[in-house]
Each structure stands twice: as C-alpha cells, then as structure tokens.
C-alpha cells in the first residue's frame, strides 16, 4: 500500500527531513556507546600499556597474550559471541548495549594499549632520569613528565582509533542497539525508501568522522611543542599566565628584595 | 651529626663511591671505583669515550643500581655494599632523598620540552618540596635571573638555545639547593660560541664553594677549577692528581689521552 508507493516514487530527499527524530535518536547512542566505550578503553589502554611494559617474566607476556588476542578477534564475531554466546546463553542480566560497551572497551584497549606504550617508549629515558634527578618520585616522574610528552605524541593516531570506534559502532546493530545503523535499517526496511535512508546514514557517519578529524587536528594543534606561542596565546588562561610571569619578571629586575639562594 | 656519619674518618666528606661495579650485560662498564668527594671540592672527571664517565655520575647518583659497592652521601649509606665488609653499617637511605640533594645537569639538557622554562624549575620545589605556586615561581625565577634568564622565564625550551637551555637546567638543579652538583659534559653538545655562557655560570658556582663533580674536556675550566682531576679508562680510575696532572701526568695513558685532546 503506502509503501508500496512510496517506493516507486522518484527520489524523494524530504523523506529524510520528515523522519530526522529516527536519525536524531540513533546518532544519539552512536556518540553514547562510542564515547563510553572509548574513555573505558583509553584508561583500559593505559593500564595494558604500563603492564605491557612491566619488567616482570610473566605479567609482560600475559598482557602480550590478552593484546594479540583481542586484536586477532573480528569485532562482528566477537560482538555476537559476548552477547548472544555468552550473555543470552548463560542468563547473564546484561543489556546489548552494555554488551556492546564491554565488546567496543576490550578490543580497542588492545589496540590502544599499544599505541599508548609506543608513544611512552618515544619519551628519551632523559627526561625520567631528569625528573628522577630533582628528587621526583618514579609515580611523579611518569605523571608528570613522561606521559603529558607521550599524551602529545599519540594524539593523531588516537584520534584516528574514536574515529574508528564512531564507525565500529555501527557493528552493535546486530544484537539489536538501537543507534544509526540500527535505526537506518528498521527504517528502511519498514518503508522501502533504502536509497535515501543509507545515503542519509553515509553523510550522517561522514559528518560525524569528519567532524572528529577537525577536532583531532585543532587539539594536535593546541598542544604541539613547537609554534606553542601562536596557539597559546590567545587563550584567557594563557593571557593570565602572561601577566604573571611580567608580574615575576618586574619583582625580580626591579632591584626590589631578591629571596635567598647562591649567587650564581 | 652521629659517630655514623663521621664514619668515613673524615668530617668534611660529602660522598663516597667504594668499590663500585657496574655491568651492563655481559659489558662490565665500572670496574671497581673508588672516589671521595669533600665539601667545597671540584672533581673534574676526563677519560675516552665509553670509558664509563656517564654511568659513574649516575651510578653515584643512584639512577643507575649498582651490581656492588656502596655510596655513601652525607651520613647515609646506599647501594648494595661490598661483598665480605664488616664493621658497623651506617643509617641506610632511600635514593629518593639523595637524588633530592645531588644536583645533575646532562650532556643533553634534558628539560621538559613541555612546559615553560620558569615551570622547569619550579616544578620540583612544587612536587618535591610540596611549595605553593606562587612561591615556587617566584624562587624559580630568580634562579633564573641568577643564570641570567629571568627574561625568558616564559620561554618553551625548544625556543631556548642550547647554552640558554643548559642554563635553566642548571638553575633546575641548583633551586633544590643540593649539597654537590655533577655535571655531564655539559658543554660537548653546544656550538662553540654558546659554550662560554654556560661554563661561565659552572665558574660563578665554583668560586661560590659548591662541591662539583665535573665530567668535561674543557681543559681551560678543567685546569682553572678541578682540585681533584680525574682521569678514567675502560671503567678505571687510572690516575687522580691535582692540577700537575695537566702538565705532568704521571701514567703513559694519561698523557696520551692529554696530548690527544689537547
Ligand atoms: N643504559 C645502558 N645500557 C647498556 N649499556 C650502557 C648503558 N649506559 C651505558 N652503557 C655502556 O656503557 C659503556 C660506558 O658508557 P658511558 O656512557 O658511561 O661512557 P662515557 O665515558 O660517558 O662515554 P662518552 O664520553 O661517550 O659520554 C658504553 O659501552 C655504553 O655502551
Ligand atoms: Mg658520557
């Protein structure tokens, strides 16, 4: 009937304007599950990455082992496996989309655990010893000076892993999770008009991606090491900053009451 | 101070490496290293490349753990201890607290690229010292004034020249006021016209009294400032004299490496 009609129609693009509440709500748990799963799995990461890197015989190995493993894995195989192998065959009270959370979380900490050490191994062993030198604590020497380095380094290529988390998402529509893909396809397949509902899901992702890219390249921006006064300086907080510093520097050249120390 | 800390039988030791081993794989680096520093002293360190001049500082300074031998700093005792040594032990240290009162400037620098020069320095008083922000930089910066910086105490090192960014390293260092600095062959990685600034502010340290431990083959400073002149090879102390060393050095080796480098 209607359908029917609608579907021999002609490319009808205001088809899409009239469903944007369906598009709205699924992108709506694509950016949910993808953010969740993705800070869960950059602190996963980093965790994997620190024991990676462990000097100890066998936890360096294990965590070796748990890496290659879940990036081994195909994710559709291993989102159909958490959920319906072991979550619905076993009466396990959890939901497809904390399924599809744990699922996204487990295999991207693998692939950013690696990617987390790497950057961690790019900081010269100088700067530790550096930090360790002044009387800093092994805890304080790798918060504080090792990893705001290593953080700056792996910028673009976590960047690059949220962008493919956004698009990994759509994987969950299998177990039934109700985000863009999932939606698109109901959608589709409930009113016929596929060519409009995919086209709408391809620009939907493309637009999301894209604009993560952007968002990736301003913050590789705004905290390189080099050209950091350009980017800097605009900032209130780096206008503050400023001010203090010329504050310091009159106190000091002032010929003012200079504090204590050996006069070098 | 306790009977412990006079223990090494003499009251103006600020360290003491004994019998110091150091292996790194099958590649035994320090062979045995015995060398005492008093207060006010300039030690000047020489000797080839990879005779083990870097692993000894750091080996004194505990960022390496070494295999035997003790190093004693100011009344405390670190490392693992000679093999077969009685007597009494005096109190043991934790490296942490003797990292906090040795200075270290490296071959490389080694400031942290991200963050100012003034946040350099200011953030062991910060961390270590647990100082409040305000005073930290305002102690910071005017150790930077003393390295003659204060004009670039908002700098980013890598907006730093090399001598500049040695010169905030120095001041790092030199802000926890530690008991004796050692320095690294803190001027081989410069450009020559930027090796006089910071062998000028090391100069102003020196006849300030500080207690140093110098690896350098700056001769001119070496024979200007080194009380106790040291020269090292294949992870050996081959000879350690006074200034005459310079001129007459009494091993072959000695005078050999001298009239090279010369
Ligand atoms: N962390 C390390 N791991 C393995 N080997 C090391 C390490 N540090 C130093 N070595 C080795 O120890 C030897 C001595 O090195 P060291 O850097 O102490 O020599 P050096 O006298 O400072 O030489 P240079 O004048 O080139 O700085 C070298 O053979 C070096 O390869
Ligand atoms: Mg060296």
């Known amino acids: 009937m ?21 598009f709205v709500g699924g ?12 800070v869960l799995a950059a602190v996963l990461g980093l965790v994997v990455a620190l024991l990676r890197m462990s000097p100890s015989p066998i936890i360096g190995p294990i965590v070796a082992a748990y890496i290659n493993l879940f990036r081994a894995i195909p994710l559709l195989v291993f989102v159909l496996f958490v959920y319906y192998g072991i979550a619905i065959q076993f009466n396990l009270t959890i939901t497809a989309i904390q399924a599809g959370i744990l699922t996204l979380t487990v295999q991207y900490s693998a692939w950013l655990g690696e990617i987390f050490r790497s950057g961690i191994q790019a900081v010269p062993d100088g700067q530790r010893q550096a930090a360790l030198s002044v009387g800093m604590g092994r805890a304080q020497a790798f918060f504080r000076v090792t990893l705001p380095q290593a953080a700056r380094i792996v ?36 009113t016929f008009r596929y060519f409009e509902v995919y086209m709408a899901t391809v620009l939907v992702y493309l637009i999301l991606t894209t604009g993560v890219y952007f968002l990736v390249k301003y913050i590789e921006r705004r905290f390189a090491l080099v050209d950091l006064l350009v980017s800097k300086t605009r900032s209130p907080f780096a206008r503050r900053k400023a001010a203090r510093l010329r504050r310091l520097q009159e106190s000091l050249s002032g010929g003012g009451s200079a504090p204590s120390g050996p006069s070098v | 101070m306790t009977a412990a800390a006079a223990a090494p039988g003499n ?34 360190i020489f000797g080839p490349s990879g005779s083990g001049k870097s692993t000894l500082l750091r080996t004194a300074n505990l960022l390496e753990q070494p295999d035997s031998g003790s190093v004693w700093f100011d009344g405390k005792e670190y490392g693992p201890g000679i093999p077969g040594a009685g007597g009494e032990d005096p109190p043991r240290g934790k490296p942490r607290d003797l990292r906090q009162q040795v200075g270290m400037v490296f071959q490389q620098f080694n400031l942290f690229p991200h963050i100012t020069a003034l946040e350099n ?38 907006q730093l020249s090399g001598g500049q960014q040695q010169r905030v390293a120095i001041a790092r260092s030199l802000v926890m006021e530690p008991k004796i600095m050692m320095f690294d062959e803190p001027t081989s990685a410069l450009d020559p016209e930027l090796v006089g600034e910071v062998l000028g502010v090391m100069r102003t340290l020196a006849e300030s009294g500080m207690t140093m431990v110098v690896v350098t083959h700056e001769m001119g400073f070496a024979r200007e400032a080194g009380d106790v002149n040291i020269f090292m090879d294949e992870g050996v102390i081959v000879e350690q004299g006074g200034r005459e060393i310079y001129s007459h050095a009494r091993e072959p080796r000695t005078q050999a490496f001298l009239d090279a480098i010369l």
């Open chain 1, 155 to 190: 910028i673009p290529p976590t960047g690059n892993m949220f962008i493919g988390m956004i698009k990994d998402s759509s994987l969950v529509y299998l177990i039934g999770v109700e985000e863009l893909l999932r939606v698109s396809y109901v959608l589709a397949n409930r």
């Open chain 2, 121 to 158: 320095v200011a953030l062991a008083l910060r961390r270590v010292k647990g100082a409040k922000r305000a005073e930290a930089e305002l102690e910071a910066a005017s150790y930077l004034d003393q390295v003659g910086l204060l004009d670039k105490i908002g700098a980013y090192p890598s």
């Open chain 2, 11 to 44: 009251g103006d030791l600020v360290l003491r490496l004994r019998g110091i081993h150091k292996s790194f794989g099958t590649n035994h680096v320090l062979r045995g290293i015995d060398l005492s520093v008093g207060q006010g002293q300039h030690v000047v």
């Open chain 1, 2 to 22: 209607t359908a029917m009609a609608l579907a021999q129609a002609v490319f009808r693009p205001e088809f899409i304007w009239d469903n944007r509440h369906i």
């Open chain 1, 27 to 38: 992108v709506k748990w694509t950016l949910v599950i993808s953010l969740v799963s993705f």
